[in-house]
């Protein structure tokens, strides 16, 4: 089993930064890739970004080069440091950790509001 607990969210002007995190406790060992995700009401879950055991990253194009996933494993804790923000990057975004496809755990979710 896997917990994760994210925290950091909040309400943040457009072009402001925030930085979010994920607490992951219990089978930490067996996590291959840690990841964070967003969804707005009506719509699916979307993938964000997410960081690999062995440290390689990917990011959606939508938030490439504003967004950066890292680690601290002596901390067991992943981050999200969200630079210049958008009104549409508004959502609660959710912290994953995948054992292998199919077989993942998901945090509560943080809510972030970006005011135009």
């Known amino acids: 089993q896997v917990q994760l607990v994210e925290s950091g969210g909040g309400l943040v002007q457009a072009g402001e930064s925030l930085t979010l995190s994920c607490a992951v406790s219990?089978?930490?060992?067996?996590?291959?890739?840690m990841g964070w995700y967003r969804q707005t009401p009506g719509k699916q879950r979307d993938f964000i970004a997410s960081?690999?055991?062995?440290?390689?990253?990917n990011y959606a194009d939508s938030v490439k080069g504003r967004f950066t996933i890292s680690r601290d494993n002596a901390k067991n804790t992943v981050y999200l440091q969200m630079d210049s923000l958008k009104p549409e990057d508004t959502a609660v975004y959710y912290c994953?950790?995948?054992?292998?496809?199919?077989?993942?755990?998901w945090g509560q979710g943080t809510q972030v509001t970006v005011s135009s």
């Open positions: 994953n950790g995948e054992i292998l496809p199919g077989h993942d755990y």
């Open positions: 219990g089978s930490i060992f067996t996590i291959n890739k």
């Open positions: 960081i690999r055991s062995g440290g390689s990253t």
